[in-house]
T-cell receptor, first 115, second 110 residues
Framework: EAQVTQNPRYLITVTGKKLTVTCSQNMNHEYMSWYRQDPGLGLRQIYYSMNVEVTDKGDVPEGYKVSRKEKRNFPLILESPSPNQTSLYFC??????????????FGPGTRLTVT | DAKTTQPPSMDCAEGRAANLPCNHSTISGNEYVYWYRQIHSQGPQYIIHGLKNNETNEMASLIITEDRKSSTLILPHATLRDTAVYYCIVRATSYDKVIFGPGTSLSVIP
């Protein structure tokens, strides 16, 4: 089954304690992306990657890091989490080849609370 | 990317057709219209997309006006499970960022 998986699904942590949210896709997609969703602000892109070893900032990259060492994985790293990073996070992937059909597949989400 | 405008909320009676409008008056000739929906904090789900012709799949129909400045997503027989936030997005190339606006919150009422 084609899917994007994220772990953990729920996480409560304390300020400053480094954490990693993993994302993996099994569709051989080139493009992967991280979003955060906050009430009233909608979905905002944090980082994206067009392929292995190619990453770029989205709209709200401050406080986050990513890496793309393998095509299927795109972990989101919070080196020193702060309460304003409490949010619902989504990973997504899609192909970048072909013509017009760039359906994005989203993971189930990770709800992060930083106290 | 072209900006889209959608009503913030709509109601629809169960079993009726839900017609969700989207304005994209600055759309470029090579930009596609995509629709996604998000059911209560789940990951957004792709519904349908089109360029200029009307499109239909097992989930919905997409009607794009001839001037391409607006479109309508049609859920032919809405069920309670169609209650969700619906996002209309325009994008051209595979390299374009996907920008999600606030969407339309659709409530299907029994």
């Amino acid at each position: 089954e084609a899917q994007v998986t994220q772990n953990p699904r729920y996480l409560i942590t304390v300020t400053g304690k480094k954490l990693t949210v993993t994302c993996s896709q099994n569709m051989n997609h080139e493009y992967m992306s991280w979003y955060r969703q906050d009430p009233g602000l909608g979905l905002r892109q944090i980082y994206y990657s067009m392929n292995v070893e190619v990453t770029d900032k989205g709209d709200v990259p401050e406080g986050y890091k990513v890496s793309r060492k393998e095509k299927r994985n795109f972990p989101l790293i919070l080196e020193s989490p702060s309460p304003n990073q409490t949010s619902l996070y989504f990973c997504a992937s899609r192909t970048i080849t072909g013509q017009g059909n760039y359906e994005q597949y989203f993971g189930p989400g990770t709800r992060l609370t930083v106290t | 990317d072209a900006k889209t405008t959608q009503p913030p909320s709509m109601d629809c009676a169960e079993g009726r057709a839900a017609n969700l409008p989207c304005n994209h008056s600055t759309i470029s000739g090579n930009e596609y219209v995509y629709w996604y929906r998000q059911i209560h904090s789940q990951g957004p789900q792709y519904i349908i997309h089109g360029l200029k012709n009307n499109e239909t799949n097992e989930m919905a129909s997409l009607i794009i006006t001839e001037d391409r400045k607006s479109s309508t997503l049609i859920l032919p027989h809405a069920t309670l499970r169609d209650t969700a936030v619906y996002y209309c997005i325009v994008r051209a190339t595979s390299y374009d960022k996907v920008i999600f606006g606030p969407g339309t919150s659709l409530s299907v009422i029994p």
